[in-house]
């Protein structure tokens, strides 16, 4: 308990001590966790609103026009059985032409059709829309579906989008926290430079290492965990502010994730995050100090 006491002594002491560098430190900290934040509250949308949309992509099934409408609705357990398959809803011949007709403006021209010039059909949705050409394959093969459209184009753009910004996301989160490392080291070492006297001297009287990096490690950890919590608060007023302006203008359509569903997942990140490097940081201020 003594030496857990003088490490927490010894760290809050260095950053009073070094006031401009422990400023400087948690700066650094913050701007990076907010930017990281930022970035990361992007991607988690757009994935949220592509997930939205490829919830709405569907494969239509018509179903041969010499069955009829009881016939077609037997159809419904064999489609639900293909693997893939989340839903269906079946569309009667009368449902699909009061559908199309409504797309269309009011003519007289129209105004004889008769629904049996249509198919009944379902909509079928699926579970993963990376795999909808298989999906589309055995959908054909059950007897009684007579041709399947499938938007496999939009399918696939919509993969390739959420896999580049997952892709895109991971590498600039894993660049600023490799930056921040280094330019927290880079500011701990200065604070490390100004004690190394006191470090040869500790040394040379039989000092282990875990000794000498306590005071660094726990200032450190303070250090990281004041940028943790500065930047997510910061992040939190941001991201309301943002979503605000949002709601008000004219893509208020878009399916925003609401910040209480981020919040704690956001403030675990940024305290880990901050340790994390906090932690590492210091360790590495303090590595050539440890060589004498």
Request: some cysteine.
């Amino acid at each position: 308990m003594n030496r857990i006491g003088y490490y927490i002594r010894e760290g809050v002491d260095s950053i009073f001590n070094h006031g401009l560098i422990s400023f400087a430190t948690i700066c650094v900290i913050l701007a990076c966790l907010l930017i990281m934040g930022s970035f990361a509250s992007v991607a988690l949308n757009v994935n949220h609103i592509i997930g939205t949309l490829e919830d709405q992509v569907s494969i239509l099934c018509f179903v041969d026009d010499k069955w009829s409408e009881t016939e077609a609705r037997s159809l419904e357990k064999q489609l639900l059985a293909v693997d893939n398959v989340s839903s269906v809803t079946f569309v009667t011949r009368t449902q699909a032409l009061e559908e199309y007709l409504g797309q269309l403006e009011e003519s007289p021209l129209f105004e004889e059709v008769e629904p049996t010039i249509l198919r009944d059909r379902y909509l079928v949705y699926l579970k993963d829309i990376s795999i909808m050409a298989g999906t589309q394959a055995r959908l054909k093969d059950i007897p009684g579906i007579a041709r399947v459209n499938a938007h496999l184009g939009i399918a696939q753009g919509m993969v390739s989008m959420r896999r580049i910004v997952n892709v895109v996301s991971v590498v600039m989160i894993l660049l600023l926290m490799a930056v921040s490392t280094f330019i927290m080291a880079n500011t701990l070492r200065l604070a490390a430079f100004t004690r190394r006297n006191e470090v040869a001297i500790v040394r040379m009287i039989g000092a282990t290492n875990s000794f000498i990096r306590g005071p660094f490690n726990v200032e450190g950890m303070i250090l990281g965990l004041t940028g943790s919590l500065i930047a997510y608060l910061a992040q939190w007023l941001l991201y309301i502010a943002i979503t605000g302006r949002i709601a008000g203008s004219s893509i208020s359509f878009l399916d925003i994730i609401p910040f209480a569903e981020l919040a704690l997942p956001l403030l675990a990140c940024f305290l880990v995050i901050g340790l994390l490097v906090a932690i590492f940081g210091s360790r590495i201020a303090i590595r050539n100090y440890m060589r004498i």
